[in-house]
């Protein structure tokens, strides 16, 4: 099998797996509340695909650190790590678009098309949603330099680049205070671990930075 082949299949175990586990995990808490028939089948998916999305962002943000911090390279070669990287990109991409979709279309959250793409235009726990907003508006500059200004010119997107900090903690704070299911405590852990190990990589990733300049 050709490493293209190869990639793709790892992509989509991955987000099968993503896509499965919100719901075995509420299944696995006993709680019913999420899957039960009469509960809009929208809301369901806004929540499962913000969680998705939280998952691939985590994952996308400790592999680009791992391609900064050359760590990554002792368990795969530097093109398949940058593959790895696109398809995390655009898997992440993917699930966001679902969570916006999806809390369009709810009849519960009640969100127009406006609020959504606002800040602060919601009455629903406005400052938790804006960091939503903010946050989805930096992750689309990133998307959007990286596929139309790769490198071209250098300093814009190399300064695009710095914007996966502040959008990992808009959007852990989005989506640990804004969750319904934050109430779990898997949940609350999985928010906890994986904001320590973004900041344990970005912490190194600094110290490195110093050390190579000094
Ligand atoms: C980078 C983009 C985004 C990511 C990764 C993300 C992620 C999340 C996560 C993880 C949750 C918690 C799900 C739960 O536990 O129930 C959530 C909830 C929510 N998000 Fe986002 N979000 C993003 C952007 C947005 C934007 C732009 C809006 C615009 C209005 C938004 C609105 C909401 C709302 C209303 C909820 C509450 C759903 C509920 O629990 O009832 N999000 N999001």
Known sequence: MN??????????IFNTIFWAAPFMLNAANGNPAPIAPSLPW??????????VGYILLFILTMSGLGIKTGLIY??????QAWIIHKYLGIATAT???????SLWLDPFLKFSLYEILVPFASNY??????????????????IFSSIFLFMNPY??????????YPIFVFIFLHGILIGTDSSIPFMLWLYWITGLLVAMLS????????KRRA
Request: charged share 10%; aromatic share 18%.
């Open 125 to 142: 726990k406005n400052l938790y949603v804006a960091l939503g907003i903010i946050g989805f508006y930096m992750f689309v500059a990133v």
């Open 42 to 51: 929208a809301w369901i998916a806004t929540r499962a695909a913000g969680i």
């Open 95 to 101: 699930a966001i678009a679902i969570h916006l979709i």
């Open 74 to 79: 002792k368990f795969i070669d530097p093109v």
């Open 3 to 12: 490493k293209n082949n190869q990639n793709i299949i790892i992509v989509f």
């Open 155 to 164: 300093i814009l997107w190399r300064l695009l680049h710095y914007l996966p």
């Open 203 to 210: 912490t190194y990733r600094i110290y490195l930075s110093f």
